[in-house]
């Protein structure tokens, strides 16, 4: 898999792109066939955000935002909501099914 960083307006130190790469890496084995990531780090002013796009055939693109003051939060908070999409996106057919019949 093919992940891409960008970074606007910021210094983005070695260690902490491979942790976005594991943490991206982890998540994506989750998904069939993922082809790529694009990692958006941007700093403005004192607001820190790192963006996570990840494409996969035959699936919507899923976007997971994090802010905070520093990128190590951001980054933990963003993977933290690509996971959970990822958690929602493959359940079985069946328990989504009883999910909606619930409400």
Known sequence: MEIVFHSH???ISDRM???ARRGV???AQRLN???????RFEQ???IRRVEIVLHAPQHRNLIAEGTSKFFG???ADALGRLEEQVRKYK?????RARRLARV
């Open 17 to 19: 792109q491979l942790r």
């Open 9 to 11: 307006h910021a210094t």
């Open 91 to 95: 359940r079985p057919a069946r328990e």
């Open 44 to 46: 403005d002013g004192p």
């Open 73 to 75: 939060p951001a980054l």
């Open 25 to 27: 890496d982890k998540i």
């Open 33 to 39: 066939r993922a082809i790529d990531a694009i990692i």
